[in-house]
């Protein structure tokens, strides 16, 4: 037998049967790093990923065909909207023979910022999140996810010194399920509106007043700034589940102040602090 009926004949273990009766919640592949060009409101940006795909995979079958993951996106050409992305979490399924699966995508993405005073704009990094799930019964779920900085400014402090509060970086994160499309920037923005000021890449000194002033006059507790992320969550109406969650690095302590709102849908199970949201669907 030469080299090419060898080839034609190579057996295909993973589709063999298995016996131990045990279907698996989620089998894929985790930390695959690739480039993607998103299309998010009016704007085309490229950035690269990290992803993580998985399957459900039944009790008789012995194996997932992990290829078949990177094959997906290699044949995406296209720039990536929510549609899009719900798309190739559909493709996935066909592709993989499987009723569930979720595709979980972690990206930085740059938004440029103008200085409140100056007008000189910069770059701004934001850790941003796309979840989406297919559930048993064909139940699709996409949740986003932004972790927005910003300046927080103690109420307390203001209150009782003589001169001066004590202020500090803080992380708002927001993970939103979404019955309808909605802009990374519009997550963005609900944060930096509930915060003390927003940061910038780039201030000079006249914004640099601008921004200690700002925060100073808007003092707000760790609990304010989830309580107004969440209220202002509350009133978007594609916004179908939320968890806030803020962090306050603490400038006068060794230790943050943390905070969160939960009210989630049926996709979520919730864990433990750290872990928001699980993205592996179940079968019941």
């Avoid at 039944?58 to 997932?64: I, L, N, P, V």
């Avoid at 939103?176 to 930096?192: K, N, Q, T």
């Avoid at 304010?224 to 962090?247: C, I, K, T």
Wanted: charged share 25%.
């Amino acid at each position: 037998m030469n080299a090419p009926d060898k080839i034609a004949f190579l057996p295909d273990i993973q589709s063999q049967v298995d016996r131990r009766d045990l279907w698996i919640d989620a089998v894929g592949i985790t930390g695959l790093r690739y480039p993607i060009t998103l299309r998010t409101g009016d704007r085309v940006v490229p950035t690269i990923a990290t992803l993580t795909m998985t399957v459900v995979l039944s009790a008789d079958t012995k194996g997932t065909h992990m290829s078949r993951f990177v094959e997906l996106l290699e044949a995406n050409t296209q720039a990536l909207d929510q549609k899009g992305f719900k798309a190739i979490l559909f493709d996935m399924l066909e592709r993989l023979e499987a009723r569930s699966g979720a595709i979980e995508m972690r990206f930085p993405y740059f938004v440029k910022k103008t200085a409140p005073i100056s007008g000189v704009q910069s770059q701004l990094d934001y850790e941003v999140c796309w979840r989406g799930s297919v559930f048993d019964e064909g139940r699709y779920s996409f949740w986003m996810h932004v972790t927005v900085p910003a300046t927080s400014l103690c109420p307390c402090s203001k209150e009782i010194s003589a001169y001066g509060a004590h202020n500090q970086r803080s992380h708002i994160s927001i993970d939103a399920e979404l019955a309808g499309e909605m802009a990374i920037e519009e997550l963005i923005a609900i944060a930096e509106r509930s915060a003390s000021c927003e940061v910038y890449g780039v201030l000079k000194r006249q914004d640099e007043k601008y921004v200690t002033e700002c925060a100073y006059d808007n003092p707000k507790f760790v609990e304010d700034l989830v309580r107004d992320v969440a209220l202002a969550l509350m009133q978007e109406p594609q916004v179908a589940a939320y968890v806030v969650e803020a962090e306050n690095f603490e400038s006068i302590h060794n230790h943050s102040a943390i905070a969160r709102i939960a009210r989630p849908g049926r996709s979520v199970r919730q864990t433990h602090w750290g872990n928001r949201l699980d993205p592996h669907p179940r079968i019941s």
